[in-house]
């Protein structure tokens, strides 16, 4: 997948619990995103980063956080879990943002929150 | 808001005829469309893009097509094979630069 690593793969949690997803990427892609996948909703972008320690929200991102301290890291907070944010988590790359260019995407972490 | 549909409901088709999935998009036209294939656990992958003044783009098996005026692109894939089971994504770039998706079509190749 493109020198994207998701960690972890799968995760169960407990409503109220703090969890982070991490994305470590090997491309020295400059935009990093984070999306979730649900059932009816497909992607939607939840974060994302425009460069170390640059970063701006997405249509979806009441209740996540993210950080970039490197360029190959891009991590996702659930400051405290809820049962709604149980999805599919899903880090994507790219070079640029102009509307020709492509992303990368990781293979996902699947999160249940209960 | 710029939004980009999908039909929803699964395509089931036999092996050796052509899949048509359709991607249709509200608001202004996007410069390109992208077209992506997402396997069961897996992350989607890119296809094809295809600008707004190409009628057609083609890869293989695969066709593209974009009709502004329709404001919408089909996704043709030519004598189907099981592997091409799927489910495939139209996405665009709305004005603020992000890539929105639509929520896929699924596909089913049957032998």
């Known amino acids: 997948d493109a020198g994207i690593t998701q960690s972890p793969r799968h995760k169960v949690t407990e409503t109220g619990t703090p969890v982070t997803l991490r994305c470590h990427q090997t491309e020295n892609h400059r935009y990093m995103y984070w999306y979730r996948q649900d059932p009816g909703h497909g992607l939607r972008l939840i974060h994302y980063s425009y460069g170390v320690k640059d970063t701006d929200k997405g249509e979806v991102s009441d209740g996540y956080s993210v950080s970039r301290s490197k360029t190959e890291d891009f991590l996702l907070t659930l400051e405290s879990a809820t049962s709604s944010q149980t999805s599919v988590y899903f880090c994507?790359?790219?070079?640029?943002?102009?509307?020709?260019?492509?992303?990368?995407f990781g293979s996902g972490t699947q999160l249940s929150v209960l | 808001s710029q939004k980009i549909e999908q039909n929803s409901e699964a395509l089931n088709i036999q092996e050796g005829k052509t899949a048509t999935l359709t991607c249709n998009y509200t608001?202004?036209?996007?410069?390109?469309l992208q077209w992506y294939r997402q396997d069961p656990g897996r992350g989607p992958v890119f296809l094809l893009l295809?600008?707004?003044?190409?009628k057609e783009k083609r890869k293989e098996r695969l066709k593209v097509t974009f009709d502004t005026t329709l404001k919408q692109s089909l996704f043709h894939i030519t004598a189907s094979q099981p592997a091409d089971s799927a489910t495939y994504l139209c996405a665009r770039r709305n004005q603020g630069g992000k890539l929105i998706f639509g929520q896929g079509t699924e596909l089913s190749v049957k032998p």
């Open positions: 295809i600008r707004e003044n190409e």
């Open positions: 994507a790359i790219s070079e640029g943002v102009e509307a020709n260019e492509k992303l990368f």
């Open positions: 608001n202004y036209s996007p410069a390109y």
